[in-house]
Nanobody, 126 residues
Framework: QLQFVESGGGLVQPGGSLRLSCTATGFTLGDYATAWFRQAPGKERRGVLCINSSNGTTNFQDSVKGRFTIARDNAKNTVYLQMDSLKPEDTAVYSC???????????????????WGQGTQVTVSS
């Protein structure tokens, strides 16, 4: 059975940290490009960070530069999103998504991603 599941969301205070996990079952994440997206209340879904099959990373949003980091643990078949210095505007549903290719690009449309997780809620509030 194929599974693609996010976890690690929750409530955190401004300035705090959170690590999200995206774990795959039934396929190998390291063979593909995997991206984290987020959708804030009332706004469209946007890409955040992406990691390619060679472990290179691409930042899709300047607002998270220097605060968020994406990484892959091939032994665990898991992609992580480490979020530091969180701000209230980071509040969103965060989803991981996979495109059937080895490279990351912000020009790949949302509907070109082949697999999506169910999403995990991140709320940054005091």
């Amino acid at each position: 059975q194929l599974q693609f599941v996010e976890s690690g969301g929750g409530l955190v205070q401004p300035g705090g940290s959170l690590r999200l996990s995206c774990t795959a079952t039934g396929f190998t994440l390291g063979d593909y490009a995997t991206a984290w997206f987020r959708q804030a209340p009332g706004k469209e879904r946007r890409g955040v960070l992406c990691i390619n099959s060679s472990n290179g990373t691409t930042n899709f949003q300047d607002s998270v530069k220097g605060r968020f980091t994406i990484a892959r643990d091939n032994a665990k078949n898991t992609v992580y999103l480490q979020m530091d210095s969180l701000k209230p505007e980071d509040t969103a549903v965060y989803s991981c998504a996979l495109v059937m290719g080895p490279v990351c690009s912000k020009y790949i449309a949302l509907n070109q991603y082949n697999y999506w997780g169910q999403g995990t809620q991140v709320t940054v509030s005091s």
